[in-house]
């Protein structure tokens, strides 16, 4: 780092010793040589985004050739420079405030005289840029000198009191954001005139409405804030992209400008659309058993992982089956089938219950997300009935009332068909053990 601050610095000595331009001399015959001079500055660096102001010397070193008579200036031991006037050459990112000129009038020989030029250093501003320093100045009264001097300076960021934040920095494509960009004054000095122009590359986005705006004064150790909407286009890049934002505003007299460019990250919009309700039986006994199913269909642009659906079971109710359900990853435009399976407690009183199920899963940047809706269970202490989704039959299953007896019947014939195959076999040994 050192080597490489000594490498610039020496390059820039070396650019500002190069570049002399000399724009002539006017006057009558014979024009005698003009002064020898220099003009320098004893600060090589800018500070990026704000007014710099430039100490500019301007020295006199004494006539350059022979002497000539001076008419209307006291100067004994050499030539005067008189009627001095400094203008600035804008270069890129570098604009002189004001008229850019200053007048310094009389510079003696072998003296020297200093001024300060204030100029605007932009916030994109090169790391190495020249200015042109043209100087307009008279000698020997009826003579007059114009050149052009080059100074290269060196440009860093120092710090601006203008902090810039975002929120939120992840954005939903396919769909308009919101966004809240807070500007917050660090400083002891009011930031006046705020002005802002924003906006985001076109192949990822929009901004929705205008570009700029107009804050006015921020006091010390205060915030304002600025909401801005943003169209998110569905192919916006995959990682991430570019909010990016210039404002200037007045530090005091002096202009100052920062850039900022925060980095939005969009995940695909993911949007499970639940249909196809439908539960068997369509009234459930008490003591029986209610199958709640539906289809999960991904109407986003991007896919889920890690679905699982849960019913939130109220009191009265238990789960049969496993819950929550893990239904797995469903891309974007693709479906997939649930089943809940709660039992209802022989002493739940008939009625309507509700029934909230949980659908949880993990978007592209691995946040786990829930959403939630609800399910209307009929109880009663008669007779179930088959579900019907749509108008169309589904093969449901025998009323879970009718289930203990069921199971019992069968219990029952499987123990009378022992006994009768186990009677069966002893008869048969008694008959072959009597032959």
């Not at 800018?46 to 200036?73: H, K, L, M, Q």
């Not at 190495?128 to 007059?144: F, K, N």
């Not at 080059?150 to 929120?167: D, H, K, Q, Y």
């Not at 068909?417 to 008869?427: A, P």
């Amino acid at each position: 780092m050192i080597r490489t601050k000594t490498w610039i610095m020496v390059l820039i000595a070396a650019l500002a010793l190069s570049g002399i331009a000399v724009a002539g001399t006017s006057g009558p015959s014979p024009i005698p040589n003009p002064p020898t001079f220099s003009i320098t500055t004893n600060s090589l660096v800018f500070c990026r985004g704000e007014t710099n102001y430039v100490p500019i010397t301007v020295t006199d070193g004494g006539p350059a050739g022979p002497s000539y008579p001076s008419i209307g200036v006291s100067n004994l031991t050499g030539t005067a420079m008189t009627q001095v006037e400094l203008s600035v050459s804008p270069g890129k990112g570098i604009l002189p405030e004001s008229v850019g000129t200053v007048y310094i009038g009389v510079v003696h020989a072998n003296n020297s005289s200093t001024t300060d030029i204030p100029l605007f250093v932009s916030s994109n501003a090169s790391l190495i840029t020249s200015i042109g320093i043209q100087i307009q100045y008279a000698y020997d009264a009826l003579y007059t000198d114009s050149e052009t001097r080059n100074l290269t300076f060196e440009v860093v960021s120092c710090g601006s009191p203008l902090a810039v934040s975002v929120n939120p920095k992840t954005v939903t494509s396919g769909e308009i954001q919101n966004l809240s960009i807070n500007f917050t004054n660090s400083g002891n000095t009011t930031l006046s005139n705020l002005y802002v122009h924003y906006g985001v590359p076109g192949v990822d986005g929009a901004v929705v409405g205008s570009t700029q705006a107009e804050l006015g004064d921020l006091k010390p150790q205060s915030t304002d804030r600025l909401n801005v909407s943003i169209f998110v286009s569905r192919n916006a890049s995959i990682e991430s992209f570019p909010l990016n934002l210039t404002a200037t505003f007045y530090k005091g007299d002096n202009l100052e400008q920062i850039s900022n460019s925060t980095s939005l990250i969009p995940i695909g919009s993911i949007d499970l659309l639940s249909s196809g309700l439908t539960l068997s039986p369509t009234v459930v006994s008490q003591g029986g058993i209610v199958s709640i199913s539906f289809v999960l269909t991904d109407i986003g642009t991007s896919g889920a992982s890690a679905v699982s659906v849960g019913a939130v079971v109220p009191n009265g109710f238990s789960s049969f089956s496993s819950n929550p359900v893990y239904v797995g990853d469903i891309s974007a435009d693709s479906q997939a089938p649930v089943t809940i399976s709660l039992v209802a407690a022989n002493t739940l009183k008939p009625g309507s219950y509700k029934i909230p199920l949980k659908i949880s899963y993990l978007n592209s940047l691995r946040q786990n997300i829930t959403t939630t809706s609800m399910v209307n269970v009929t109880v009663s202490s008669g007779s179930s009935y088959r579900a019907v989704a749509s108008g169309a039959p589904v093969a449901g299953r025998e009323s879970s009332g009718l289930l203990p007896l069921t199971v019992l019947l069968a219990l029952a014939l499987v123990c009378v068909s022992y006994l009768f195959l186990k009677e069966r076999r002893k008869g048969r040994r008694h008959r072959e053990a009597k032959e």
